[in-house]
């Protein structure tokens, strides 16, 4: 949406109930909008205080109000996992992205007529939501989309806030306006900058660019003082509010069902009482009606109305036709049939238009190879809150919103158009003996925003996580800076800062404007998805930590961490301590290089095929692997040595070791890479552990 479009849209918001609504005070009030909302300047005082007499002239301040609506879903995960089973978790995840993406939208379009409802919203996405309402209606909205949750999905949380606003804040900021007068500009920000106690905490608010920490004082106060600003204040609104139900409205209400000494518990959460009991498909269910939405809605989202009688005769809330028709399966359909976007060997398919999406995670793990592995891939994006917090206007904020959701969806399903391709598996349901079908071997549970959520087969899944981040940061770069004016990284300091490997690799040196992580984790299929989903959340809080470390010099790029699980008993408590105690991290000799960029996972993965390609015996590279883990104390001498002493009994296995291994990763004291002072890692344990889950590129 332009400038132009969100000007009529904030006109008619200020005019909501005004006495005059004459087509000339309209005409006026709406040059005076579109002023304020194309302004590029940083104005001093003088033409700020302008600004506002201007628009005075033309609305009186209390006249010159607008509300923000922002909120969305919490404790997500709490809803969507709430159950172990894959159709249950795929149902709560689309109620809750339909609730966002339509219901709460239409709340707009109900209340302000179709056209202003629809011009007011200014994003609604990946579970937020934010949008323009006029001052007087902007507490009533906001509870109304809290209810509409609550109705929909009956134990999901939300919150919603409002803020009445100035039409000048929607360009500037927060301000202080008394008596029609501007309080606080940059000149007095400048006189307590120039106190040595006030600036510390000024530049706590007012922040540095990270790769340019001194940049000037004014630079700061007028990247901070934009619409931006608001959103920021409404964010710590919504998080306020859902800490302190009373605030910021009326006091919130949570759902609960109270477990009666007499109840069955519903076995799908576990939480709450069973309210039906019977034949779901093939298995026995005792459901809540919480639960029984999330299953009927996971069915119908797998095109098997077929099977959902056993909730229609017994419930009476209906899925809308809206929420199957925008399904990820029915986008994917839609995908695939542009050759173009997916790979030769899939355009060429002839199941490619035929094939069902996959019903549970055993039928996605039948493609793996080793079989019976799935991958989950968990990636968000970073610096995306200092990024919005920095947009001058709505419109801004809006193009930058869709252009991160558009790139996140784009990225997966190129992703899968590439690496994924129909599998034929056993019809489990079927009651012909022996009865096949095609199915596409993964499940998108969420692409909202900027992050994702997906299972796919256990030894594709590095490649595609691989392929998201590279199609992810490439795309939003080029689209960010073709929207323009926004406040970037600078120039790289340092090129190879973040980059320990000299191999070639699919992710080229540029710039990325915003990068993403992910934590990926490989395991069998019998493992919990509640299991899975915890180990990749602690994956992915470390690679984001990892990638903010070198926002310090310019880089803005993702990283990745992984981890392949054999068997549950691996982690038990978790992945960080089980790495302190198995592979030294924390240590001076430390097993594992984990987190990588994305560049030094893709070579990585590199070096993995080329040592497969060269058929190095693997049995020498478990022995070395072994050597690392008997060696005593800190020192690497021994491990060194065995590598050596490798390479002299094998001549062609040392050159394969030399080519990409050595020259590649450590030069000095293969297989080890000095870090910090007195400190080593190496990655191979990290190459071994994925050493089976690597296949050959076809």
Same mark, same amino acid.
């Given at each position: 949406?332009?400038?132009?479009?969100?000007?009529?849209?904030?006109?008619?918001?200020?005019?909501?109930?005004?006495?005059?609504?004459?087509?000339?005070?309209?005409?006026?009030?709406?040059?005076?909008?579109?002023?304020?909302?194309?302004?590029?300047?940083?104005?001093?005082?003088?033409?700020?205080?302008?600004?506002?007499?201007?628009?005075?002239?033309?609305?009186?301040?209390?006249?010159?109000?607008?509300?923000?609506?922002?909120?969305?879903?919490?404790?997500?995960?709490?809803?969507?996992?709430?159950?172990?089973?894959?159709?249950?978790?795929?149902?709560?995840?689309?109620?809750?992205?339909?609730?966002?993406?339509?219901?709460?939208?239409?709340?707009?379009?109900?209340?302000?007529?179709?056209?202003?409802?629809?011009?007011?919203?200014?994003?609604?996405?990946?579970?937020?939501?934010?949008?323009?309402?006029?001052?007087?209606?902007?507490?009533?909205?906001?509870?109304?989309?809290?209810?509409?949750?609550?109705?929909?999905?009956?134990?999901?949380?939300?919150?919603?806030?409002?803020?009445?606003?100035?039409?000048?804040?929607?360009?500037?900021?927060?301000?202080?306006?008394?008596?029609?007068?501007?309080?606080?500009?940059?000149?007095?920000?400048?006189?307590?900058?120039?106190?040595?106690?006030?600036?510390?905490?000024?530049?706590?608010?007012?922040?540095?660019?990270?790769?340019?920490?001194?940049?000037?004082?004014?630079?700061?106060?007028?990247?901070?003082?934009?619409?931006?600003?608001?959103?920021?204040?409404?964010?710590?609104?919504?998080?306020?509010?859902?800490?302190?139900?009373?605030?910021?409205?009326?006091?919130?209400?949570?759902?609960?069902?109270?477990?009666?000494?007499?109840?069955?518990?519903?076995?799908?959460?576990?939480?709450?009482?069973?309210?039906?009991?019977?034949?779901?498909?093939?298995?026995?269910?005792?459901?809540?009606?919480?639960?029984?939405?999330?299953?009927?809605?996971?069915?119908?989202?797998?095109?098997?109305?077929?099977?959902?009688?056993?909730?229609?005769?017994?419930?009476?809330?209906?899925?809308?036709?809206?929420?199957?028709?925008?399904?990820?399966?029915?986008?994917?359909?839609?995908?695939?049939?542009?050759?173009?976007?997916?790979?030769?060997?899939?355009?060429?398919?002839?199941?490619?238009?035929?094939?069902?999406?996959?019903?549970?995670?055993?039928?996605?793990?039948?493609?793996?190879?080793?079989?019976?592995?799935?991958?989950?891939?968990?990636?968000? +994006?970073?610096?995306? @809150?200092?990024? !919005? *917090?920095?947009? #001058? $206007? /709505?419109?801004?904020?809006?193009?930058?919103?869709?252009?991160?959701?558009?790139?996140?969806?784009?990225?997966?399903?190129?992703?899968?158009?590439?690496?994924?391709?129909?599998?034929?598996?056993?019809?489990?349901?079927?009651?012909?003996?022996?009865?096949?079908?095609?199915?596409?071997?993964?499940?998108?549970?969420?692409?909202?925003?900027?992050?994702?959520?997906?299972?796919?087969?256990?030894?594709?899944?590095?490649?595609?996580?691989?392929?998201?981040?590279?199609?992810?940061?490439?795309?939003?770069?080029?689209?960010?800076?073709?929207?323009?004016?926004?406040?970037?990284?600078?120039?790289?300091?340092?090129?190879?800062?973040?980059?320990?490997?000299?191999?070639?690799?699919?992710?080229?040196?540029?710039?990325?404007?915003? +990068?993403?992580?992910? @934590?990926?984790? !490989? *395991?069998?299929? #019998? $493992? /919990?998805?509640?299991?899975?989903?915890?180990?990749?959340?602690?994956?992915?809080?470390?690679?984001?930590?990892?990638?903010?470390?070198?926002?310090?010099?310019?880089?803005?790029?993702?990283?990745?961490?992984?981890?392949?699980?054999?068997?549950?008993?691996?982690?038990?408590?978790?992945?960080?301590?089980?790495?302190?105690?198995?592979?030294?991290?924390?240590?001076?000799?430390?097993?594992?290089?984990?987190?990588?960029?994305?560049?030094?996972?893709?070579?990585?993965?590199?070096?993995?095929?080329?040592?497969?390609?060269?058929?190095?015996?693997?049995?020498?590279?478990?022995?070395?692997?072994?050597?690392?883990?008997?060696?005593?104390?800190?020192?690497?001498?021994?491990?060194?040595?065995?590598?050596?002493?490798?390479?002299?009994?094998?001549?062609?296995?040392?050159?394969?070791?030399?080519?990409?291994?050595?020259?590649?990763?450590?030069?000095?004291?293969?297989?080890?890479?000095?870090?910090?002072?007195?400190?080593?890692?190496?990655?191979?344990?990290?190459?071994?552990?994925?050493?089976?889950?690597?296949?050959?590129?076809?």
């Amino acid at each position: 949406m332009t400038e132009t479009s969100f000007a009529q849209a904030v006109t008619a918001c200020l005019l909501w109930g005004a006495a005059d609504r004459s087509s000339a005070h309209e005409g006026r009030v709406r040059a005076v909008v579109e002023q304020v909302l194309g302004d590029n300047a940083d104005p001093d005082r003088a033409q700020l205080q302008a600004r506002l007499d201007q628009i005075h002239a033309v609305l009186p301040e209390d006249q010159a109000q607008i509300a923000l609506v922002m909120g969305g879903a919490t404790k997500i995960k709490g809803y969507v996992f709430e159950s172990p089973k894959l159709p249950e978790i795929r149902g709560a995840s689309a109620l809750l992205d339909w609730v966002n993406e339509d219901a709460v939208p239409q709340l707009w379009a109900g209340r302000l007529g179709e056209e202003l409802g629809q011009a007011c919203v200014i994003y609604a996405s990946g579970g937020g939501f934010l949008a323009f309402a006029p001052a007087a209606l902007g507490e009533e909205l906001a509870a109304a989309a809290e209810r509409c949750y609550t109705t929909t999905t009956l134990t999901a949380n939300s919150v919603f806030v409002t803020h009445t606003v100035h039409l000048l804040e929607l360009r500037y900021g927060q301000l202080a306006i008394r008596d029609g007068a501007i309080a606080f500009w940059v000149e007095e920000f400048l006189q307590q900058w120039s106190q040595n106690e006030l600036q510390k905490r000024l530049a706590t608010y007012y922040y540095a660019q990270p790769a340019d920490p001194v940049d000037a004082p004014e630079q700061r106060f007028f990247r901070r003082k934009t619409f931006g600003e608001l959103v920021t204040l409404l964010a710590t609104m919504t998080t306020r509010r859902r800490e302190e139900r009373s605030f910021g409205g009326d006091t919130r209400s949570i759902p609960h069902y109270p477990i009666l000494p007499w109840a069955e518990k519903c076995d799908s959460s576990d939480l709450r009482p069973a309210v039906w009991s019977g034949m779901v498909v093939d298995e026995e269910r005792k459901l809540s009606e919480p639960s029984a939405r999330k299953r009927y809605v996971g069915q119908l989202l797998k095109r098997d109305a077929a099977h959902t009688r056993w909730y229609t005769d017994t419930f009476a809330w209906r899925a809308p036709d809206a929420l199957a028709e925008r399904s990820w399966e029915a986008q994917w359909r839609a995908f695939v049939q542009n050759p173009a976007h997916v790979s030769a060997q899939l355009a060429q398919h002839p199941q490619a238009q035929r094939a069902t999406a996959a019903s549970d995670v055993q039928e996605i793990a039948q493609a793996s190879r080793p079989d019976g592995f799935i991958g989950v891939i968990y990636a968000d +994006g970073n610096n995306v @809150g200092r990024l !919005i *917090a920095t947009l #001058t $206007t /709505p419109a801004r904020y809006q193009a930058v919103s869709a252009t991160l959701s558009a790139a996140a969806k784009t990225a997966v399903f190129h992703a899968l158009g590439r690496h994924v391709v129909p599998i034929e598996i056993d019809d489990l349901r079927s009651a012909t003996p022996g009865q096949k079908k095609w199915v596409y071997p993964f499940e998108i549970l969420t692409i909202g925003g900027d992050d994702l959520f997906i299972i796919v087969p256990g030894s594709k899944a590095l490649e595609i996580a691989e392929a998201i981040s590279a199609s992810f940061e490439q795309c939003i770069a080029e689209r960010l800076r073709a929207i323009g004016d926004l406040n970037g990284p600078s120039a790289i300091t340092d090129d190879l800062y973040s980059h320990r490997s000299k191999a070639a690799s699919a992710h080229e040196p540029f710039e990325p404007l915003v +990068g993403l992580s992910a @934590g990926v984790i !490989i *395991a069998p299929e #019998t $493992t /919990p998805i509640f299991f899975l989903r915890d180990l990749v959340e602690e994956l992915l809080k470390s690679a984001k930590k990892k990638a903010k470390q070198h926002t310090a010099h310019g880089f803005y790029g993702g990283a990745v961490d992984f981890m392949v699980l054999k068997s549950i008993s691996m982690v038990t408590d978790n992945i960080q301590s089980f790495r302190r105690q198995a592979l030294g991290m924390g240590g001076d000799r430390r097993l594992t290089a984990r987190p990588y960029t994305w560049r030094e996972f893709s070579a990585l993965i590199t070096t993995v095929r080329a040592l497969q390609d060269e058929q190095v015996p693997r049995s020498q590279l478990y022995r070395l692997r072994r050597m690392l883990d008997e060696q005593p104390g800190e020192t690497i001498v021994t491990s060194v040595m065995e590598y050596f002493y490798t390479c002299a009994r094998n001549e062609r296995m040392a050159g394969v070791l030399k080519t990409h291994v050595q020259e590649r990763w450590c030069e000095s004291l293969p297989p080890w890479r000095a870090v910090e002072a007195g400190a080593w890692e190496t990655i191979w344990a990290d190459m071994l552990e994925i050493y089976d889950m690597v296949k050959d590129q076809q």
